[in-house]
């Protein structure tokens, strides 16, 4: 079993960058896919980033191409979403999932209990 905890969420004016962590338990995080999900409220939680277990691979939704990155830190057993230019937009919950890379959800098997991300304008 997995277990995973974000942490980094903050308020934030426009423009401004956070970095998101996702520290992982359990031995099969390293050949676990790894994504990034944002809700806000009264929506639907939706694909922000995705990386591969080896972390050679990303996929990114198209609002945030440009702006974010996902990267891994498999020693450390740790997933990061550096997130710059951040918008009003960008405002959710984020959810970090271990699963099997995809840009779909119910790929993804595990899940955090998220971190508030506040952007104001």
């Not at 980033?49 to 691979?57: L, M, N, V």
């Not at 959800?105 to 506040?118: E, L």
């Amino acid at each position: 079993q997995v277990q995973l905890v974000e942490s980094g969420g903050a308020l934030v004016q426009a423009g401004g960058s956070l970095r998101l962590s996702c520290a992982a338990s359990g031995r099969a995080f390293s050949w676990s896919a790894m994504g990034w999900f944002r809700q806000a409220p009264g929506n639907e939680r939706e694909i922000v980033a995705a990386i591969s277990g080896s972390g050679y691979d990303t996929a990114y939704t198209d609002s945030v191409k440009g702006r974010f990155t996902i990267s891994r830190d498999n020693a450390k057993k740790t997933v990061y979403l550096q997130m710059n230019s951040l918008k009003p937009e960008d405002t959710a919950v984020y959810y970090c999932a271990a699963g099997t890379y995809s840009l779909r959800a119910n790929s993804y098997n595990y899940w955090g209990q998220g971190t508030q991300v506040i952007v104001s304008s």
